[in-house]
């Protein structure tokens, strides 16, 4: 051969080569259960826009099982989360091994609300903070911008220890925002959940404080000195009526004022009403906030009460808040308590600078063998019906959630995992899997299959940090894509593919590439990254899956439905 021959043939050869690949995030460990003294979590709650410093949370008790609901809505305040009875959803045994079948489980839970004991723990940037301290629910531009809500380590009246909104700002201590109406010898209830800076060294806040009307059927006893059996008395909580809430603060010197949403989208005063912001934005001259109200009653019981995804468009001018008139955000089916009540409760969760708003729809009534919640996406501009980016996908009565947008319109947050498919409905949760989602091109990515690379052969390469990770929810994006998650770590791939023994951990995922002009996730950057199986448990007879793997499942929230053969 002679040498023009040979460099060709080395040419040949040299381009079969493969072409080792990184991954497109990059897992960064931020809090891990050893850092944290709860039973359960932690889990990432936010994360600041500018410096990316992600707040998470744990808990003592695991209530979040027993009503379905993925851990970070485990909040008082939000009825929406908890007010429907396990058993209206899950099977009977399920429900009765959330509930008490083994320590700190939904039962603990509500002995630890009429008897306090405080069970929720914040941990950011290294600290950790009690509910005497602190509970952090949102960030700002920078981690000295947060927001949230402390508990009174005393009690007042039906042995209810009193709720308070906080905002910590650059060079202002932790400031207190109490409602602006207080009972006697019983105090208010507050909390914030969104921080939007302003010009002059001003920021608003935004959350839900109680009203001056008192709850019906004696909501307050109800709820923090009632019963404490599986279907009793804390429906009435979190025992007062509650109004969206704004506070204007003076970040120099910590002055503020609070005005409250005059008006529910439909009041009903013989009922528990409820409202709050969830979030806020500048979007053009105008400002909005996004969240729920209270909506009329299905049914004659105090309990009876249904939330709506709202939009409330504010005023702000001479250090003064003017709330407008709410609208409902459109949605295809039927408001809660409309017509045949299709949808039990909505709320929306963010909005952009784009007037993008995302948000959640939760059913009703069985779809698909399954309650699912929905997410929807919503621009508070054109006022078009809402999109259901996943409805039915992969298969009719498919859950997906939202949890956090940036102002490029990529959205986070958690959806079945892919091959889950069996009913939810008289058995149990199905897993959930984080995505990313662009508003834009409407393209989706399951974010496990953008932490694996591939090595020189074309084989996965999904090992970073000496672990392997399962991506179960993520709750806030960054503007340069930069998201903070709660993922379960495994110590090889085999216990990754067995799910076996995981250590649940906050994380943040650094992108290692640019996204393409679209918004999208290069197609070359997507290694395919399931789970091998996700029916644990399962049978042939559609019996219930054991009791004991259930219970041993319970506090990471892997669990499997069993397979149904009807």
Known sequence: MNKKQTLVALAVLTSCAVQAQDPFFTIEEVVSASDSSGNFGPWAVAMSKDDQTVAAFDVTNDWFSFFNMAPTGMDLAHRMRYERTCSSVLATDVCNTYWNKTDNRAKQWRLDTVSYVAQTESLVDGSTTS????????????????VGYTVSDSATSDNYHPRTAFVTLP????LSLPAAYEFDDVGGFSSAYSLLPLDNDLYLVGGTSNTSTTGPDSALATCYDGDTGQSEDYPLCPGFNTQATFWLVDGDNGDYTSTQASSYYSANASILQTASVMGMAQVGDDYYAVGYSSTKKVGSSPTSGRNIAVVWPLTISDDTVTVGTLTKIPLSKEAPGEGDEVLRHTWAVAINDEGWVIGNQKYSSVKGRNIPIEMFVYNVTSGDTADIPFENSPIRGANSEA????????????RDERSETSPVYEGTPRMQEAFLYNINSGNSWYLNDLICGTDSDGANACEQNGKYYYLAYANAIADDGTIAATAYRYDSETDWENQNDPTTVTVKLTPNESFDTDGDVPDSAVVTNQLPSTDLGEDDGGGSLGLGLLGGLLGLGLIRRRKNSK
Request: net charge negative; glycine share 24%.
């Open 131 to 146: 509910e005497q301290d602190g509970i952090v629910t949102g960030m700002g531009d920078t981690a000295d911008e947060r």
């Open 171 to 174: 060079g202002l201590d932790q």
């Open 403 to 414: 949890g956090g947008l940036n102002n490029n319109g990529l959205v986070v947050g958690w």
